[in-house]
């Protein structure tokens, strides 16, 4: 095969992926594109694995989170980016192996952070309550619905 030959497969084969829209093996899944794997997601793109989710796109493994990009593992995030084995954050970028994080950048392993600061467990509910409420977001309530927990 020739270096011609060679490019112009790839071209064919990069403008198929590109035009594919179907999801395969996934469950009860609505408004959803290219998509693996996943049941009862709604409006999602190029999910593996991910259940319950909405508006994420290419995530992996990742249950009951809402506008999530390239998160792995995370369970019950918002607007969250590169994350990876999270639980409960909200408007995070790169953190992994956190819980509970509220616009938090780059944090491993850490617990109750709004802004990369830590704070105590009823502190944090009450600041990110006050949060919402002045970033006027109704998107963020899965970061605090378990307060209880």
């Not at 899944?29 to 996943?38: G, N, V």
């Not at 989710?53 to 990009?69: H, I, L, N």
């Amino acid at each position: 095969m020739d270096r011609a030959t060679f490019e112009r497969r790839l071209a064919e084969l990069t403008r198929e992926s590109d035009a594919a829209r179907d999801n395969v093996g996934c469950v009860q899944c609505t408004r959803c594109e290219r998509c693996s794997d996943c049941t009862f997601c709604t409006d999602c793109r190029g999910l593996r694995r991910s259940s319950h989710c909405t508006r994420c796109e290419d995530c992996v493994g990742c249950t009951q989170c809402a506008s999530c990009t390239q998160c792995t593992d995370c369970q019950h995030c918002t607007a969250s980016t590169r994350c990876l084995r999270g639980a409960y954050l909200a408007r995070c970028s790169g953190c992994s192996d956190c819980t509970y994080c509220f616009g938090c950048v780059g944090l491993v392993g850490k617990d109750f952070h709004i802004l990369n600061e830590r704070y105590g467990r009823t502190e944090y509910f009450a600041m990110v309550k006050k949060l919402e409420r002045e970033l006027g977001s109704s998107s963020m309530n899965s970061s605090s619905s378990r307060t209880n927990a």
